[in-house]
Structures are given as structure tokens and as C-alpha cells.
């Protein structure tokens, strides 16, 4: 089984396990999903918006809250906003115990930050990571795990501990089968057994879909 952590597209296919980020509103034919605001569609009235990722986070197909995060390049020029809008989001994964799926431009030493702030138990999950080899390390480190998708800095991906690594189509038509053969040249691994140590990573989460 091939896990994809974070997609916009859906698939059929019986060995392949998406989880769809789908805004506000959850997958309605129990697909597994997660809710959340994404940066880019911040407004001022994000808290009556988030009052409908509230009402979904329960839901037993919601397995993750988000994507949220912090984009300095194309959210709102108000950092303390998205920054409030973030830890709404944290909050509520605490609440309902699920991890939080992050969208981070330039935002990485306010998501570290917060994270320490809030003292999260919750899992934080850096989406369509394509940062330095250093970054990587620094994030692991401090508790993050990293989700690689089609583009990435390969020495990253050889840096990141398996215990804190998945993979993503994100919007990339890629198949996330040509993404996991890709990784596991890299990684000097088969693809079933990297498969395998994704799959453990999805159980440390309390993602349980598989």
C-alpha cells in the first residue's frame, strides 16, 4: 500500500491511500481528508470559516487538520494574522487529536516558534517540503516530520530521519507511484520497503486509514 499524504486529486486505485486536503468541508463519500484554512484564503472573517473546519474536524474521515500555515510570499501581508489563524487551527488538533498538515513559505521560524509555545503533542507535518539539508535537520529535530512531493532537494530527503519522512502528489499530476521510485533511488531502498517505514510514520500520527 502507497500512502500519499497530501493530494487534491482523488484515485481509485486499490493500492494507493490519499488523503485529500479538502478545504472546509470533508470528503462526503468517507474518504479520508482534512480541513483546514489555507493561507492563501485568509480573510478578516476566517473565523466564521473556521467555525465550519470546527464543525468537520470530528468527523471520522477528517484524519488531519489543514492545510494551514504561514506563506509570506502569497498570504496575507499581516504575519500576526496568519500566525492566529495557525494556532486556531493547532488548537483544535489538540482538541480533537489529530496532526497538523502545514503549508510553510518562509514561515519556519514562526512555525517553530509557535510549536514550542503551544507545546503541541499533536503531530506537525511540514507539506511539499523543498527546503536545505539543514532545514530539514533542524525541523526533524524539533519534533516536525516532512512530506516530500515531486520536487525536492534530494539531500534533504537523504538527511530526513525514515522515522519522520513521508511523500505527496500534492497537486502534481505525478503518480505518487513515480514519486515513492524516485524517493527510493535516493534513499537506496525498495520501494516496498519504503512503502513500509511511511505506512509506520502514518501509525506514529494516529493516522489510522490502512
Not at 504575519?79 to 493547532?90: F, S
Not at 502534481?172 to 521510485?181: H, R, V
Request: proline share 5%; hydrophobic share 40%; with cysteine.
Amino acid at each position: 500500500m502507497l500512502i500519499d499524504l497530501h493530494t487534491h486529486h482523488t484515485t481509485r486505485e486499490p493500492h494507493i491511500t490519499s488523503i485529500i486536503s479538502s478545504g472546509t468541508t470533508p470528503t462526503t463519500d468517507g474518504t479520508p481528508c482534512s480541513v483546514g484554512i489555507h493561507p492563501w484564503h485568509i480573510t478578516t472573517a476566517w473565523e466564521t470559516v473556521m467555525q465550519q473546519v470546527r464543525t468537520a474536524a470530528p468527523a471520522s474521515n477528517v484524519v488531519a487538520i489543514g492545510e494551514c500555515g504561514i506563506d509570506k510570499l502569497k498570504g496575507p501581508a499581516d504575519i500576526a494574522l496568519q500566525i492566529e489563524v495557525l494556532a486556531a487551527h493547532a488548537a483544535l488538533a489538540e482538541e480533537v487529536q489529530k496532526p497538523l498538515i502545514l503549508h510553510c513559505v518562509k514561515g519556519q521560524e514562526e512555525i517553530m516558534k509557535l510549536r514550542r509555545q503551544m507545546a503541541a503533542k499533536q503531530a506537525w507535518i511540514i507539506h511539499g517540503f523543498r527546503g536545505k539539508p539543514t532545514q530539514a535537520l533542524q525541523l526533524t529535530g524539533a519534533g516536525f516530520y516532512l512530506s516530500y512531493g515531486e520536487r525536492y532537494n534530494s539531500d534533504s530527503l537523504a538527511a530526513t530521519p525514515a522515522d519522520r519522512l513521508f511523500l505527496e502528489t500534492d497537486t502534481s499530476s505525478t503518480p505518487i507511484y513515480d514519486i515513492y521510485k524516485e524517493a527510493a533511488k535516493h534513499l537506496s531502498m525498495s520501494i516496498e520497503e519504503l512503502a513500509t517505514v511511511i505506512a509506520q510514520n502514518l501509525s506514529r500520527c494516529n493516522i489510522n486509514i490502512i
